[in-house]
């Protein structure tokens, strides 16, 4: 059973708005299409907005920066750069697929652009609040965030606002804005798959209500702290996401398999690329025989003649052999799995949300299917779904999320005279913590002065992750080795007055994840009561 059409999305207006509106404006970065619509708040339907020259249409802006000049900063942003048929010529002038980088440790040579992933998205969201602005008064900015790379994604995005002239700026995970989109009721149970450019998220979202509760609100997460302006006072609700899981892979990796795969010698230029894209999109066509071939004429670097050719059938085979189905699979099952924690039953789900170009695959929703033995589906339009989901967030909500990994504290183990990660809160836990967790550690060598405090996220054994080799994107499984990582370098140390004798118990400590899901230490020193001022380790997730 499939649901193709939503209320809500029918009564969008593809307009231009006037200098008189207040409101909100959500901005959902995507790696091929950023999408941008704003609500009034007289309480009208949301506004996929018209912003010449920079959208292809109302609402949709491609995800392209251009440099077009080498000494100043100036730059063409979106649509225009397609117009002025810039998009071919000096591909380091020009930066595509940005999104996934932003935040990365280390970013693969497929992207070559002479501007960094993070400069390129600052500039494509200032360049929106610029064009907006012009229009309408902004109150609030709705931001939306990737699973996979939240933690990253967020300082950057954090860093970025913090130049922005608005008033009341959230955030929320992809995910769970789809859910939030799909015009579920209250009370239901969902599982959001969100296959985009360059990311694939999954989560189960429970959206409280119903049976005489509170309506649902979306998660939110709000920037440095600080509640909203003009937050309700009414009883605190709650949006709860059960389980979560992502991977850094897309349908811009796609395109890049179906070029290799077809044109084995051939570097894979934007032009062939987007060939690439075109004959995967017109291949995702439920109606089209499995053995049809569709062929897209290209021409490479020399300006030669090339054909790609490919039928639905092998465009399956191609995404099979290449892990996709079997990271969808551990996606599926690390997301059940963390669910699970949280008293879920995959028999409670209600239905299943599918967004992003990437779902449309009919492999894709076939196995999705399979595995979700035949719950109702919903496919609200992929473009808007996830930036009216985040339109729908509101003042005054308590955030109850979950991590999606977990977190480990490097520690000395007395019985095994040794340095171990022991699990701190693991994958599931729900933040803001209710109650604070308490862990004693001792001394590993006599005359200690301090005792350093170094974090690690745990690596599920079997996890898939993406790699490029010699530019091709691969997915790789993470082993055993691998399984724990350091989430940053920053160590804090604790002095230790009078130094510590080994093995003796010295500090107790209290760690809680506050509402910015960032880990927050505070404790005492066993041997003089001493108190352990109340120490930030940073943000998790």
């Known amino acids: 059973m499939e649901k193709n059409s939503i209320d809500q999305f029918e009564n969008i207006h593809r307009s231009k708005i006037n200098t008189s509106n207040f409101g909100t404006l959500a901005i959902d970065l995507g790696s091929s299409t950023t999408v941008v619509v704003f609500q009034r708040e007289n309480g009208q339907p949301p506004e996929l907005l018209d912003l010449p020259p920079i959208t292809r249409a109302p609402g949709e802006i491609p995800s392209l920066i251009w440099k077009s000049s080498e000494k100043e900063e100036c730059y063409l942003i979106g649509q225009e750069i397609i117009d002025l048929n810039l998009i071919d010529e000096k591909e380091n002038n020009l930066s595509q697929d940005f999104k996934r980088w932003i935040g990365s440790s280390e970013i693969a040579p497929v992207y070559d652009s002479k501007i960094s992933p993070e400069k390129a998205g600052e500039i494509l969201i200032h360049t929106i609040l610029g064009k907006v602005s012009e229009q309408v008064t902004i109150k609030r900015l709705v931001l939306t965030a990737p699973v996979d790379t939240y933690r990253e994604y967020r300082k950057w995005l954090v860093n970025v606002c913090n130049s922005l002239e608005v008033k009341e700026i959230a955030l929320v995970d992809e995910p769970t804005a789809a859910a939030m989109g799909a015009g579920l009721e209250p009370g239901s149970k969902l599982l959001v798959l969100d296959f985009g450019g360059s990311t694939i998220d999954m989560s189960i979202v429970a959206l409280e209500g119903g049976e005489g509760k509170a309506s649902p609100i979306a998660q939110l997460v709000r920037f440095d702290g600080k509640n909203l302006e003009g937050k309700s006072k009414q009883v605190l609700r709650t949006a709860k996401v059960l389980g979560k899981s992502g991977l850094r892979l897309g349908g811009k990796d796609i395109d890049r398999w179906i070029s290799h795969h077809l044109l084995p010698e051939e570097k894979p230029t934007n032009a062939i690329l987007r060939k690439a894209e075109e004959l995967k999109c017109e291949l995702s066509n439920i109606k089209i025989k499995e053995t049809l071939v569709i062929t897209k004429q290209v021409k490479n670097n020399k300006n030669e003649e090339k054909f790609l050719k490919l039928s639905k059938k092998g465009l399956e085979e191609l995404l099979i052999e290449k892990g996709l189905l079997e990271s969808i699979e551990k996606l599926f099952k690390q997301t059940v799995n963390i669910a699970k924690r949280n008293s879920f039953e995959l028999k409670d789900l209600d239905s299943v949300v599918l967004v992003g170009g990437g779902s449309r695959i009919p492999l894709i929703k076939n196995y999705i299917s399979n595995i979700c033995n035949s719950i109702p589906f919903l496919t609200p339009p992929p473009i808007e779904a996830i930036a009216l989901g985040a339109l729908n967030l509101t003042p005054g909500v308590q955030v109850k999320d979950v991590l999606n990994k977990g977190v480990s504290l490097r520690c000395w183990n007395k019985k095994h005279e040794k340095h171990i990660w022991h699990p701190l809160f693991l994958a599931g836990q729900t933040w803001p913590t209710n109650k604070p967790l308490e862990i004693i550690l001792s001394a590993s060598i006599n005359d200690q002065l301090s005792i350093d405090l170094i974090i690690g996220e745990p690596q599920e054994e079997g996890s898939k992750e993406i790699i490029y080799i010699n530019g091709l994107p691969s ?35 209290i760690f809680n994840i506050n509402e910015n899901c960032q880990l927050e230490i505070e404790g005492i020193d066993l041997r003089n009561s001493n108190e352990i001022t109340n120490k930030n380790l940073g943000e998790i997730r």
Not at 485 to 508: A, E, M, V, W
């Open 475 to 509: 997915l790789k499984t993470i082993e055993s080795k691998d399984i724990v990582k350091r989430i940053n370098n920053t160590i804090i140390s604790i002095p230790l007055h009078p130094p510590g004798k080994i093995d003796q118990d010295c500090i107790k400590l």
